[in-house]
């Protein structure tokens, strides 16, 4: 079998993102360019290791295969890259974050890790609950932060069960103008909200909907979509519309944004987590899912 590094890492991001399409685009490729690398692949491995159907990509078990010692080689060839570069003894760690945590808890758990274990390098990335989740099944990130929602079911339905540690608790708040409908209130109730113009981060069949409140009565009015938190915010600030936000983010709002507590309806509580791969722990992971839960409990 004649395969290439690059190959292995385009079918390790094709598993995760699920389309050759969301694949070159976390890789920096044409659409085209994951084509050729797949087809390649298939002919170096002489077997079919994508099943392509009308929702996506998904592997065979021929590429489940691959995938699982794709990993351990591609894990090889990174260590092999420390070693030339003079820091064998450095152990990475691949951290997800969701987009909400990575204001708060990010910043203060790598500079908790820098002082209590310096030996340890973190790499991040940002992502959704599914995308990190799938990230971690294709070994593609070591550790996830992900958060849930009651009733709190796992954060996918694969087997064997991702391993999972609760971090805490938090409440789901509305972010609103200071200067505008809702200025100088504390809470609003949620028949208020049926109207309101949002703004929400794009959802897809296997993406949730962010932005909106969950349990808004009739379709919302969505006015913005956007993906990052600071255009959001910014957005909300200049009395364009509202968002939710997670509490934890409050202390990182910009000017001229006000969070509004909901009655009328059932608080929404997320969970936040630290996920990874069932299975022994190396003393780097655990050192990381210490840090970050520490900074959460601080």
């Given at each position: 079998m004649d395969v290439s590094s690059a190959n292995l890492r385009v079918l390790c991001q094709i598993s995760e993102?699920?389309?050759?399409?969301?694949?070159?685009?976390?890789?920096?490729?044409?659409?085209?360019?994951?084509?050729?690398?797949?087809?390649?692949?298939?002919?170096?491995?002489g077997v079919t290791l994508f099943e392509r159907r009308q929702d996506g990509v998904r592997l065979t078990p021929a590429g489940l295969t691959l995938l699982r010692h794709a990993r351990t080689i591609l894990a090889s060839v990174d260590a092999a890259g420390r070693d030339l570069s003079g820091d064998?003894?450095?152990?990475?760690?691949?951290?997800?974050?969701?987009?909400?945590?990575?204001?708060?808890?990010l910043p203060a758990a790598l500079a908790r890790l820098t002082a209590a274990a310096?030996?340890?390098r973190v790499t991040t990335r940002e992502g959704?609950?599914?995308?990190?989740?799938?990230?971690?099944?294709t070994g593609s990130i070591d550790l996830a932060v992900l958060t849930s929602r009651p009733p709190h079911r796992p954060p996918d339905g694969e087997s064997p069960r991702l391993h999972?540690?609760?971090?805490?608790?938090?409440?789901?708040?509305?972010?609103?103008?200071?200067?505008?409908?809702?200025?100088?209130?504390?809470?609003?109730?949620?028949?208020?909200l049926v109207d309101a113009p949002w703004i929400s981060t794009p959802g897809t069949t296997s993406e949730p909907l962010l932005g909106v409140w969950p349990g808004l009565p009739g379709r919302p009015r969505i006015v913005h979509s956007a993906r990052d938190w600071l255009t959001k915010l910014h957005l909300v600030a200049g009395g364009f519309g509202v968002t939710t936000v997670p509490e934890q983010l409050t202390p990182v709002l910009p000017d001229g944004v006000s969070?509004?507590?909901?009655?009328?309806?059932?608080?929404?509580?997320?969970?936040?987590?630290?996920?990874?791969?069932?299975g022994p722990v190396s003393p780097a992971v655990a050192a990381v899912t210490e840090a970050i839960a520490a900074t959460v409990r601080q």
């Open positions: 993102s699920g389309s050759f399409t969301a694949a070159a685009a976390q890789l920096g490729y044409t659409q085209s360019a994951v084509s050729r690398q797949a087809v390649a692949l298939e002919r170096g491995a064998p003894r450095a152990e990475v760690v691949r951290l997800g974050v969701i987009l909400s945590a990575g204001p708060v808890v310096p030996w340890i959704t609950t599914p995308g990190l989740a799938r990230a971690l099944r999972v540690t609760t971090v805490q608790d938090v409440e789901l708040l509305v972010a609103a103008s200071a200067t505008g409908t809702f200025a100088g209130r504390t809470s609003v109730h949620v028949d208020e969070t509004l507590r909901v009655q009328g309806a059932p608080p929404e509580v997320r969970r936040v987590l630290v996920a990874r791969l069932p």
